[in-house]
């Protein structure tokens, strides 16, 4: 087995970051957490890479943070600060759509690391565990921000508190992710999603998110008013005038922004 803690992949415009440490589910040291920051940094200076998948290696996802990681027990709030805030952040505000696919269980960051990517494809063999209650800790890597806004906070906080397991199917059912399907599927659905979204005008795809994210606390007209303001600047780029050359010349469109 390769020392790497993320292993890297590419196949055409989308590259593939798996956390690697199955022996302790690849939840993260620190380390991992800069292999990490590391790969998603080159993903993102490459301009041939139009989608990044995250993945874990074996048969877990990621179980967070690796308690057994003495040197970043000693400061927690230093490491959700430094570590996971960053992480967080560089992946809501990635240039290209960034897909979760995740093969097995994702607990604590693990699962926040998941919820936090743009589309999330699970196995249905996997799961998702709020488990910070069961330590003593709240929920991190966005989590507070993330579960109300993705479940409504009945189910957010129901989640939250008890840490109980969450399979896949029930994930998928109530809207905490986007897809779940059979484990034999879940590379070939996750690579063909990736290969449609790579595709795409990856910059509007880009702006999508972030423009949902922003409208989030403002009102009805402020939306509208951001939705003016993107939409110019989306017009302005070549994507625009290539999707409606395409169009009208019935061709399938090239797209280059990023
Ligand atoms: O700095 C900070 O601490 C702040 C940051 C906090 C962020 C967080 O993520 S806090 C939450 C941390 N994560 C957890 O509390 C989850 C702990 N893991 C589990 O509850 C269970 O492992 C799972 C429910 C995820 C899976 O259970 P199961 O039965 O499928 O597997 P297992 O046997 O428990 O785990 C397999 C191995 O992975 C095992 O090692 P062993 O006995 O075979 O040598 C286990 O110790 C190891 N492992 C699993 N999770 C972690 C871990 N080792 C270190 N850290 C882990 N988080």
């Given at each position: 087995m390769s020392d790497a803690l993320i292993l890297t992949t590419t196949d055409g415009p989308v590259r593939t970051l798996t956390l690697n440490r199955p022996q302790a589910l690849n939840s993260f040291t620190g380390e991992m957490h800069t292999q990490l920051r590391g790969a998603l940094a080159q993903a993102a200076l490459?301009?041939?890479?139009?989608c990044v998948v995250i993945t874990g290696a074996g048969r877990g996802f990621c179980a967070g943070?690796?308690?057994?990681?003495t040197e970043l027990a000693a400061d927690v709030e230093d490491v959700v600060e430094r570590l996971y805030k960053p992480l967080a952040l560089t992946i809501r505000a990635f240039p290209v759509p960034v897909i979760a696919m995740v093969n097995g269980v994702a607990a604590g960051a693990g699962a926040n690391l998941a919820l936090g990517c743009d589309m999330v494809i699970a196995a249905r063999s996997a799961s998702f565990i709020q488990a910070f209650s069961k330590i003593g800790l709240i929920p991190d890597c966005g989590g507070t921000w993330l579960l109300p806004r993705l479940v409504g906070r009945a189910r957010a906080l129901g989640l939250a508190l008890t840490g109980d397991k969450l399979p896949a199917e029930e994930a998928e059912r109530i809207g905490l992710i986007w897809k779940c399907v059979d484990d034999a599927a879940l590379a070939d659905t996750t690579m063909a999603l990736a290969a449609k979204l790579a595709a795409m005008p990856v910059r509007a795809l880009a702006h999508t998110r972030q423009a949902m994210d922003s409208a989030l606390p403002m009102d009805y007209a402020a939306a509208l008013g951001q939705e003016a303001r993107v939409q110019g600047e989306m017009s302005r780029g070549a994507d625009f005038a290539e999707g409606v050359q395409a169009f009208f010349a019935k061709r399938p469109p090239v797209f280059k922004d990023r």
């Open positions: 490459d301009e041939a890479v139009r943070q690796d308690l057994a990681d």
